[in-house]
């Protein structure tokens, strides 16, 4: 976790590689729960062993529930003491490079790609977020994700 005292401090380091996140373990029980919330209930993803025999050897994790993991890499690589609210703004862009094997342990490397000024004193970050996943060559998916910060 690395911690910065302002946004001012955060902001110095555009277009740094800023933190890593901490692993999360992508289990059966998690990518149910995502089906069951957004009623994608694709075999590939849910029925355990159809999946074994499919394309991907077993289920693999529904790309927006990977994409769904942001928020938590953010809270575990980062934060700003001297902010008050942080909202997810939206994504400029996303791209599902690799399946997510059931049990796979994903992390985020997060890269400042710009930090503007907004109303309020806030700031808009624009993040390059690159999820990997342990042992892969590639990642699994990298976002472009806006962030605005208020102190």
């Not at 059966?28 to 729960?33: A, G, R, V």
């Not at 999946?51 to 938590?72: E, M, N, V, Y």
């Amino acid at each position: 976790m690395k911690t910065f005292a302002t946004l001012a401090e955060l902001s110095a380091l555009v277009g740094q590689h800023v933190a890593t996140s901490a692993w999360i373990t992508v289990t059966q029980d998690h990518i149910n729960l995502f089906a069951q919330a957004t009623g994608d209930h694709q075999w590939i993803h849910v029925d355990v062993e159809r999946a074994k025999a499919g394309p991907f050897g077993a289920p693999i994790a529904h790309g927006f529930l990977t994409l769904s993991l942001i928020p938590r890499f953010f809270e575990s690589a980062l934060t700003v003491t001297a902010v008050r609210m942080g909202v997810n703004y939206g994504l400029n862009k996303v791209r599902f490079i690799a399946p997510v094997p059931v049990n796979s342990r994903l992390r985020a490397q997060l890269k400042l790609l710009a930090s503007d000024p907004i109303d309020n004193g806030g700031v808009q970050q624009t993040w390059e977020v690159s999820v990997e996943r342990e042992g892969a060559a590639k990642p699994v998916c990298v976002a472009e994700s806006l962030v605005r910060q208020y102190p």
